[in-house]
């Protein structure tokens, strides 16, 4: 059964601390990874990841795919409140049917 | 661009009655995708439709529910005879490319409680 996992499934930090969340997968046939922010609502998009080993960065965020460990991690670095929010993995595994299996979540609270 | 909008944002019905859940792509995505997210889980496939197409239904229940793209409006999620265990929140996603090997776009999701 094809499956994501996430881990920790919460955290609690203060505002400075460097965080990394962790997303395994175990799926047939991948084909990406991306990373999502959810807050009050919809999931917003992070990255997208497909090969492994090339790290992809936006300001204080970076990710990067280990296809050889089938993970990926997440790093948060000189977090603030607003990084509070729940992050989601999902990994596409099959293009031409459009799926894709999301993790249950790593919620993150930054407090001051 | 307005984005992927959802309609209605919160829904309530009795146990038994329909819910009809609406969704309108982003301009120029041809692609849906519908998730459902129970309290303190992760968002779970539905289904996947194009255009008048279903793609891949295998995230949906075999009772009850039904979801269409047609040629004209927006997608629908129908949930007939709603039960308590259906209360979650609803969320359409649209890309522009077959599949999801790239940037979905998410709704503000719909919450469905069943009282």
């Known amino acids: 059964e094809d499956k994501v996992v996430q881990s920790p499934l919460s955290l609690v930090v203060h505002e400075g601390d460097t965080v990394t969340l962790n997303c395994s997968y175990e799926?047939?046939?991948?084909?990406?990874l991306l990373w999502y922010k959810q807050e009050k609502k919809a999931p917003t998009f992070l990255f997208m990841l497909?090969?492994?080993?090339i790290e992809k960065k936006s300001g204080r965020l970076s990710s990067i795919l280990d296809k050889k460990e089938l993970s990926s991690i997440l790093n948060i670095t000189a977090t603030q409140t607003g990084d509070s929010a729940i992050y989601l993995c999902?990994?596409?595994?099959?293009?031409?049917?459009?799926?894709?299996?999301f993790g249950d979540g790593t919620t993150l609270t930054v407090k001051p | 661009n307005a984005g992927v909008m959802q309609n209605p944002r919160h829904l309530v019905r009795r146990r038994g009655q329909e819910a009809r859940l609406r969704c309108s792509p982003m301009?120029?995505?041809?692609?849906v995708y519908w998730y459902r997210q129970l309290p303190e889980e992760g968002l779970k496939f539905m289904v996947y439709?194009?255009?008048?197409?279903?793609?891949?239904e295998s995230g949906m229940p075999k009772e009850r529910f039904s979801a269409e793209f047609p040629k004209e409006g927006p997608s629908i999620l129908r949930i007939q005879q709603v039960v308590r265990g259906d209360s979650a929140a609803y969320f359409c996603?649209?890309?522009?490319?077959?599949?999801?090997?790239?940037?979905?776009?998410f709704g503000q999701g719909t919450r469905l409680t069943v009282v």
């Open positions: 996603a649209s890309s522009p490319l077959r599949g999801m090997n790239t940037e979905a776009f």
């Open positions: 799926v047939t046939n991948f084909r990406s």
């Open positions: 497909t090969s492994s080993g």
């Open positions: 999902a990994v596409v595994y099959d293009t031409n049917a459009g799926k894709s299996t």
């Open positions: 301009k120029g995505h041809s692609h």
């Open positions: 439709l194009q255009k008048e197409n279903i793609i891949d």
